[in-house]
């Protein structure tokens, strides 16, 4: 079964940290591009990061950048996104996902909530 599963959400303060990480299995996913998605109620789906298999292309939202680290570990099948300094702002639920291009997705996880306080 091909899947993504998600964890490492929580609650933390503004100012903290946490490492959200992403498993992938069921098929090969060296030739993909791995993104990190985020919503928050009431509000659309927006880009976090991605990060190609290779590693050799990272890209991020001008929001996180500077606090989010995207990186992944080939032979764990795993990609992690270190967020540091978070704001309240940065409360969502964020979804893993994988697709050919940086632009194109079609597997999806569940998701996991990121809630910072102030």
């Known amino acids: 079964q091909v899947q993504l599963v998600e964890s490492g959400g929580g609650g933390v303060q503004a100012g903290g940290s946490l490492r959200l990480s992403c498993a992938a299995s069921?098929?090969?996913?060296?030739?993909?591009?791995m993104g990190w998605f985020r919503q928050a109620p009431g509000k659309e789906r927006e880009f976090v990061a991605a990060?190609?298999?290779?590693?050799?292309?990272?890209e991020y939202a001008d929001s996180v950048k500077g606090r989010f680290t995207v990186s992944n570990d080939n032979p764990k099948n795993t990609v992690y996104l270190q967020m540091n300094s978070l704001k309240p702002e940065d409360t969502a639920h964020y979804y893993c996902?994988?697709?050919?291009?940086?632009?194109?997705?079609?597997?999806w996880g569940q998701g996991t909530q990121v809630t910072v306080s102030s």
């Open positions: 069921g098929r090969t996913f060296s030739t993909y591009v």
């Open positions: 996902a994988a697709g050919p291009t940086m632009a194109r997705y079609d597997l």
């Open positions: 990060i190609s298999w290779s590693g050799s292309r990272i």
